[in-house]
């Protein structure tokens, strides 16, 4: 472990004076591209930043933005925004299954406690994340790294005024290419590669993006299909026998089209089609046998008797950009759909409950299946004015609609005894109007001010169907519907001492809509538990930061400190192994500083580190969560640090290479508040500290890439979750892990024209 401090030491040191980087795109692009176009800031740094809705350099953004070119993770076979993620300083992915696109994301502290997301996904202007946490919306995620995707923008910090409910902790944008509309390119690339001790992975992407009618219409087509191999075997949970090796598989794919059509000189229309589809077999969760991390059955085990999970995504979009005098017109308007379904075993967790309702003898209870259908209907209508002349003021308003409709049935069912625990069906209905606008004045040349609102008018409907004694009987409530006026806010301050420097201050709320509530009684009382109402949750954040270059902008760097005062924060409260959501009354307290730099210190030879601290508390007891004030939120680590060195080099007069070295780390972090009883029967066992090394090195000759990576060299073994609950009626926990990924070699082909 002292190793482990001695590097975080001296990171932390050299990003403090002010020694840190803009952007993963702009390290990605340094590491690969000649000497003439890095030294180009436009092609490094301009993006289209989502905090203003502007094409601004990261260098003048007054808010912590990274911006990733998808290629460089590709191209190391990591093909998931989870992947990205681990690498964003601020941001962290948890996940209870293991799985690509399942899971949530939170930034800075922002922890996500419920089904109601935290981070905003949105793929150029179209919002992907459900409103609503009642169709699993916050465990399910748009991951579109294998599409036609020029880069992927991660903006830290509450963006209530521009992107709503669900961007408390921050957003997420996949910006695509635009078609072309003069000449024919594309991009077609597999990968393959091997788990350590598991089975063999391979993927297929590409895409085709050409002319129809030339400079008028142009259209891209993409697709891609992914076979993962597992490494966790099934087993017989009475004689530990393996019934399925590797059965933590899974299959997924995806296609698109982007249709371009230049009408005239000032309108712009783009028509979108896409649909993902995705089947796991088992989860990744290990079996545990205590909350000392041994392992049941020994390692990489799971004792589910099945498992099944599917998902399909669909967006229909279109955009449409007219160039007025002075200001652009933007109009989106998209529906997106999912439907999902999963089912796995959870006899180890509920089966003795079963057996004490059902009246059934003591082990009798074989299997325990629950079952869960969800699906959301989304649809989404904005309008936006931006202006373009340049002066003393630039401005930004626009209208927001939504209207989200929702289902989700689940049932339990004890084994072979056919007894109906629980069935359940909450569909729900969520409506949002908005009006929001920002409005940046340049005092002079070096300073600038921006203040920002949204007003809100939310609606969330819920009906709730029950039935099953782990429910108190047979019932139909019809929730009175909630509705609430929401104003969130957005203050900068820009100053730029330099055209090498520039300070900045940030002021900035978010929030998440009041609903109704689903009703949790006492199985043996009837008396009821739950909350009837989630009152909304409110969220300020306070930051400053400083952004550079330096040395003939060889080094790049970025930090900034922050401090979020978030009240009320919506959470999950279980009540007799059921959960539901709630509020924490008292709030949390997050206090963070994040750094990051970017040095070439040769024209061959370049370094990368970025780190980040989060402090996130509870500010006082909540009982309902069994929580201590001072204790941490969790599945947030405190620490994150990431460094990378790589060298360029030429195998021939016309085949550059290069070879990349990079080490993450990863603090181990709670997983619940205080140990329960029946009420509240969570079990906190903390994930593990994480330390991995990963190398790639490649070639380029013409218009073909290829690269040789292998991902967690050591082969380092960790759990990177854990989910422990007292299991009622006993005195013992059901206890799985989530492992950290064996070892993985690979190899990486692609060809661009």
């Known amino acids: 472990m002292n190793h482990k401090i001695n590097y975080l030491t001296r990171s932390i040191r050299m990003l403090v004076y002010g020694m840190s980087v803009v952007s993963l795109s702009a390290m990605a692009q340094q590491a690969e591209e000649p000497e003439s176009q890095q030294n180009d800031v436009e092609d490094v740094e301009v993006i289209e930043v989502t905090s203003s809705r502007r094409v601004q350099t990261i260098q003048d953004v007054p808010a912590a933005v990274v911006a990733v070119d998808p290629d460089d993770f590709l191209e190391r076979g990591l093909t998931s925004i989870s992947d990205v993620i681990a690498e964003a300083p601020g941001f962290s992915f948890n996940s209870t299954i293991g799985h690509q696109g399942r899971g949530n994301i939170s930034a800075r502290g922002v922890s996500q406690r419920n089904d109601s997301a935290v981070t905003a996904i949105y793929l150029d202007d179209v919002p992907l994340t459900s409103s609503t946490g009642y169709a699993a919306g916050g465990r399910l995620y748009f991951d579109g790294l294998l599409g036609d995707v020029a880069r992927v923008e991660l903006v830290k910090g509450p963006q209530g005024t521009l992107y709503g409910a669900t961007a408390i902790a921050g957003a997420i944008r996949y910006i695509s290419n635009e078609p072309e509309l003069f000449e024919a390119r594309g991009n077609f690339g597999v990968d393959f590669s091997q788990i350590n001790g598991g089975d063999f992975s391979q993927t297929y992407r590409g895409f085709y993006s050409f002319p129809i009618i030339e400079g008028k219409l142009g259209l891209t087509l993409a697709a891609f299909t992914s076979d993962k191999g597992g490494f966790v075997d099934q087993v017989d949970p009475a004689t530990g026998n393996v019934r399925l090796e ?233 929730m009175d519907p909630v509705e609430e006026t929401v104003e969130t806010y957005l203050f900068t301050a820009r100053y730029r001492p330099s055209n090498e420097m520039s300070f900045y201050g940030r002021i900035a709320s978010g929030y998440r809509p009041a609903s109704a509530n689903l009703s949790v009684s006492d199985p043996f009382t009837g008396e009821q538990l739950s909350q009837t109402v989630v009152e909304q949750d409110d969220l300020w954040s306070y930051e400053v930061g400083i952004k550079g270059t330096a040395d003939n902008d060889k080094l790049r760097y ?113 997983s619940s508040f205080e140990n329960g009883d029946p009420l509240n029967p969570t079990v906190n066992v903390p994930s593990d500290d994480i330390t991995t090394v990963s190398l790639t090195t490649g070639a380029e000759w013409g218009n073909w890439t290829a690269t040789l990576y292998v991902n967690n060299l050591f082969n380092e073994k960790a759990y990177t979750f854990f989910n422990a609950s007292a299991i009622p009626g006993t005195d013992q926990a059901s206890i799985t892990g989530i492992p950290l990924e064996p070892r993985k070699i690979g190899v990486s082909v692609s060809y661009k024209f």
């Open 246 to 478: 590797n059965a933590n598989d899974s299959e997924d794919y995806g296609y698109s089209a982007d249709l371009y059509f230049n009408a005239s000189d000032r309108l712009d229309i783009r028509l979108k089609l896409l649909k993902q589809e995705s089947e796991y077999n088992y989860s990744s969760a290990v079996r545990i046998a205590s909350v000392n991390k041994d392992e049941a059955y020994g390692e990489f085990k799971s004792d589910n008797s099945f498992e099944i999970d599917e998902l399909t995504q669909d967006l229909a979009s279109a955009s449409f950009s007219y160039e007025l005098d002075g200001m652009v017109l933007d109009f989106t308007t998209s529906k997106a759909k999912y439907e999902g379904y999963n089912a796995q075993d959870v006899r180890s967790l509920y089966g003795p409950l079963i057996e004490q309702l059902g009246g059934f003898a003591a082990g009798s209870v074989t299997e325990a299946p629950l079952s869960r259908e969800v699906e959301s209907d989304k649809t989404v209508h904005e309008l936006r004015l931006t202006s373009t002349e340049e002066g003393d003021i630039e401005w930004l308003a626009g209208l927001f609609y939504t209207d989200e409709s929702t289902d989700n049935a689940q049932r339990l069912i004890g084994m072979p005894q056919d007894f109906l625990a629980l069935v359940a069906r909450f569909p729900s209905d969520y409506n949002e109007l908005a009006a929001f606008g920002n409005v940046t004045y340049y005092l002079n040349d070096n300073f600038d001010v921006t203040a920002g609102l949204r007003v809100s008018q939310t609606e969330l409907a819920l009906i709730f169907e029950q039935d099953g004694p782990f429910l108190g009987g047979s019932s139909v409530d019809i």
């Open 558 to 670: 970025e930090s900034s400190l922050y401090y979020i005062n978030w009240d009320n924060f919506q959470t999950i409260v279980t009540f007799f192994g059921i959960s539901t959501d709630g509020n924490a009354r008292d709030g949390i307290t997050v206090n963070g500083w994040e750094g990051s730099l970017d040095y070439q210190l040769t024209d061959n030879f370049g370094v990368r580190a970025n780190a980040a601290f989060s402090d996130s508390t509870l500010n006082e007891d909540e009982p309902e969560l069994f929580g201590l004030k001072g204790q941490s939120v969790p599945n947030i680590p405190k620490w994150t640090a990431n460094a990378a060195a790589f060298y360029d080099y030429q195998l021939s007069d016309n085949i550059p290479g290069w070879v990349t070295a990079s080490v993450r780390y990863k603090d181990g972090s709670r």
